[in-house]
């Protein structure tokens, strides 16, 4: 499980414990859904380019009343394991043991593929995207990006382009913080008119 750190805290393993994982969250909000699904553009631009590495990508809106919907991008659901799972086991048995070793392979392999999503949580932790569904404020969608690879300056140069964009919650190392908070008020600064 990720812990969240409130933004300007130092995460435990800044104070010279070894780092748990290079994989890194970050949680930024925007005022509608349009505003964070260009980010995540943005973001898989920046991967394209070799600038970070995106490992899942999850949306939380929550509406002004407070309740909340949650659009996952890369996580396996039992579902969509079941249905892999199934094809793989179709397609195998059908090839090592006839139309009837077809069927009980697919039957296996679907209840298989379904277990293994339910037991492995690839991208985002379920109770991560659990806590944020109260964590991201009323009225905004969140775009909660699990990273690695960050490269600190171009980063906050894409997040500075979003004007209205609120860091949420994080756990990458405090400088990173720094910048990423520093390119929001950029983005939030009134333009000069003198």
């Not at 994989?23 to 631009?45: G, M, P, Y």
């Not at 690695?148 to 300056?153: E, Q």
């Amino acid at each position: 499980m990720i812990t969240l750190v409130p933004t300007g805290c130092v995460p435990p393993y800044a104070v010279g414990m070894p780092e748990p994982s290079n994989h890194k969250l970050l949680v930024i909000s925007f005022d509608d859904r349009l505003r964070a699904q260009e980010f995540l553009l943005a973001t898989v631009r920046l991967q394209k380019d070799q600038e970070l590495q995106m490992h899942d990508a999850v949306f939380i809106q929550r509406d002004a009343d407070g309740t909340s919907h949650v659009t996952e991008t890369t996580d396996v659901t039992p579902g969509r394991g079941a249905l892999g799972g199934g094809v793989w086991g179709l397609l195998l048995g059908t090839l090592f043991g006839g139309p009837i070793g077809g069927l009980i392979a697919g039957a296996a392999t679907a209840g298989g593929g379904a277990l293994y999503a339910k037991l492995v949580d690839t991208g985002i932790k379920d109770a991560t995207v659990a806590e944020l569904r109260t964590t991201v404020p009323a009225g905004r969608t969140g775009l909660a990006l699990l990273v690695s690879h960050v490269s600190v300056a171009d980063l906050p140069r894409e997040q500075s382009r979003f004007p209205n964009a609120e860091l949420v919650e994080t756990d990458m190392p405090p400088a990173a913080v720094n910048a990423v908070q520093e390119a929001l008020k950029e983005a939030n600064r009134e333009p000069f008119t003198g």
